[in-house]
């Protein structure tokens, strides 16, 4: 062998090598604010996200907004995980040309994804919009599979009002909820219907305007969080808490130092994880880059709850045992 193809071949290696140690490596922390590659080393596209637990797996939906997709379709990407911290890409379960003749730039965001065990089916809800998001609907898209391409069913207003952004909420009961923010009146808590195909009856209207919704049960208290409405824009966002979901709703107050505007992230999920020594709440929320939207990162942080108290802890490297539901901060790995 020449020297030169010695070398070139080495090059190819080590290359290589190092390709697949970043495809597999396995991630020990959640890193709020930093690139999160998924099993393929890509940055995870599950932006304005929800997360279900099938079993002991997570999946987590959001919008797919990677670069060089054709600009015709909109994309919900799907991934699963049974740490929380290590995700492997099953696809895109969405790929939908525009449903209703919205036109250019429609919008289709913020997909939620609530498994109904007795119809076995995927409901999968998003917050469905023309361009200048006067149409203010959900739409609704079904599969049989967790991964499955998702079937657009209809869209609809939930209870006749305006809906923008929505959230998801499942109850300790399995009792399913959508959280949207109705711009006329404010924030509210809906039930759905038993096969989930419809948003059936009003828990709550917060005369608040709250978007980025989302709720969680803890303990003997229901914590509700939103944002301003200042579109990509980072803004305080805040809470309020209730012993039951249909109010009396406290007065709101931060969740962050207000002048670190919720350390520039914008809340869309509260996701609880009961383990066996410690219940773990983590605040869901999505750095927002609006001129390069593939590359918007999540702020992720276990929260100090309890006790009518609601806080987002500086954001650092940290966590979590999955089994024990403990997390610690941590330094990262390189
Ligand atoms: C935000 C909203 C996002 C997106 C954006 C568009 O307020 O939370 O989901 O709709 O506005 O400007």
Same mark, same amino acid.
């Given at each position: ?40 080393? *890509?940055?995870?596209?599950?932006? /304005? ?41 099953? !696809? ?15 919008? =289709?965001?913020?997909? *939620? ?13 998003? %917050? ?5 998001? *006067? ?31 929505? !959230? ?5 009961? /399995? ?27 009003? =828990?709550?209207?917060?005369?608040? %305007? =709250? ?113 024990? !539901? ?9």
């Amino acid at each position: 062998m020449n020297k030169i193809f010695k070398t070139l071949l080495l090059l190819l290696l080590t290359n290589l090598f190092a390709f697949t140690t970043v495809m597999c490596q396995k991630q020990n922390e959640i890193r709020p604010g930093e690139i999160w590659p998924d099993n393929n080393g *890509k940055h995870i596209q599950a932006h /304005g996200g929800g997360i279900i637990k099938i079993d002991k797996t997570y999946y987590w939906y959001g919008e797919e907004r990677s670069q060089g997709l054709d600009t015709n379709y909109r994309y919900v990407s799907c991934y699963s995980s049974k740490d929380l911290i290590n995700w492997r890409f099953r !696809g895109d379960v969405v790929k939908m040309a525009d449903p209703e003749n919205l036109g250019r730039k429609w919008v =289709m965001e913020r997909p *939620k994804v609530f498994y109904n065990k007795n119809t076995k089916k995927y409901v999968m809800y998003f %917050h469905l919009d023309n361009s200048s998001y *006067k149409v203010a609907k959900v739409g609704i898209a079904v599969s049989d599979q967790p991964d499955g391409q998702f079937t657009f069913v209809k869209s609809f207003r939930p209870l006749g009002h305006e809906s923008r952004d929505i !959230g998801q909420f499942i109850d300790d009961d /399995g009792t399913a909820y959508l959280v949207f923010e109705d711009r006329p009146f404010g924030f509210r808590i809906a039930k759905l219907s038993d096969d989930y195909m419809n948003v059936e009856k009003e =828990m709550s209207l917060i005369k608040e %305007h =709250m978007e980025g919704g989302a709720i969680v049960h803890f303990k003997d208290l229901y914590f509700s969080i939103g944002s301003a409405l200042t579109g990509w824009r980072p803004n305080p966002n805040k809470y309020a808490t209730a012993t039951s979901l249909e109010g009396p709703w406290s007065e709101l107050k931060d969740i962050a130092p207000r002048e670190t505007n919720t350390y520039g992230s914008q809340s869309t999920m509260l996701l609880k994880v009961v383990g066996t020594k410690s219940t773990t709440v983590i605040f869901m929320a999505d750095i927002w880059k609006p001129k390069t939207q593939w590359d918007s990162r999540y702020l992720w942080m276990p929260l100090e709850i309890g006790e009518s108290k609601l806080w987002v802890p500086q954001p650092k490297p940290w966590t979590l045992n999955i089994k024990t !539901g403990k997390w610690n901060y941590v330094q990262p790995s390189k």
